[in-house]
T-cell receptor, first 115, second 108 residues
Framework: EAQVTQNPRYLITVTGKKLTVTCSQN?????MSWYRQDPGLGLRQIYY???????DKGDVPEGYKVSRKEKRNFPLILESPSPNQTSLYFC??????????????FGPGTRLTVL | KNEVEQSPQNLTAQEGEFITINCSYS?????LHWLQQHPGGGIVSLFM???GKKKHGRLIATINIQEKHSSLHITASHPRDSAVYIC??????????FGKGTRLSVIA
């Protein structure tokens, strides 16, 4: 089944404790991205990657890191989480333009609480 | 900067009603995505369109390039259609720009 998986789905942590949210897709998509969703603000992009070893900042990259060492994986790293990073996080992937379908696939979401 | 505006923010309908959600976007956006976010939080892609009209079951999406406007219609609405509907614009291969979403509640 074509899907994007994220882990963990729920996480409660404390300020300053490094954490990684994993994201994996099995559709051989080149493009992957991370979003956060906050009430009243909608979805905002954190980082995106056009392909392996190619990453770029989105609208709200401060406090986050990403890496793209393999095509299928795109982990989101919070080196020193703070309470303002409490949010619902989504990973997504899509093929590059020119393919027959350009649908964006979303992971199930990770609800993060930073105390 | 590319922008996407949705209306209405909230919508309550009786079961069976025809529903329309609107999305206006700025110059530069070449394609529109319609997404559905379930009450549990999961997001599903409904449509991606750059011209004309697409239909899937009771859902219809249209786009007017000249007016920079897209609509999502739901025919014969049902309580299971209750969700947040989000439009998102894209220019080429740039990141998506999201609207704030429309919260739809369909009452039996």
């Amino acid at each position: 089944e074509a899907q994007v998986t994220q882990n963990p789905r729920y996480l409660i942590t404390v300020t300053g404790k490094k954490l990684t949210v994993t994201c994996s897709q099995n559709m051989n998509h080149e493009y992957m991205s991370w979003y956060r969703q906050d009430p009243g603000l909608g979805l905002r992009q954190i980082y995106y990657s056009m392909n392996v070893e190619v990453t770029d900042k989105g609208d709200v990259p401060e406090g986050y890191k990403v890496s793209r060492k393999e095509k299928r994986n795109f982990p989101l790293i919070l080196e020193s989480p703070s309470p303002n990073q409490t949010s619902l996080y989504f990973c997504a992937s899509r093929p590059n333009p020119g393919t027959s379908t350009y649908e964006q696939f979303f992971g199930p979401g990770t609800r993060l609480t930073v105390l | 900067k590319n922008e996407v505006e949705q209306s209405p923010q909230n919508l309550t309908a009786q079961e069976g009603e025809f529903i329309t959600i609107n999305c206006s976007y700025s110059v530069g956006i070449s394609a529109l995505h319609w997404l559905q976010q379930h009450p549990g939080g999961g997001i599903v892609s409904l449509f991606m369109l750059s011209s004309g009209k697409k239909k899937h079951g009771r859902l219809i999406a249209t786009i007017n390039i000249q007016e920079k406007h897209s609509s999502l219609h739901i025919t014969a609405s049902h309580p299971r259609d209750s969700a947040v509907y989000i439009c998102a614009g894209r220019s080429g291969n740039t990141p998506l720009v999201f609207g704030k979403g429309t919260r739809l509640s369909v009452i039996a």
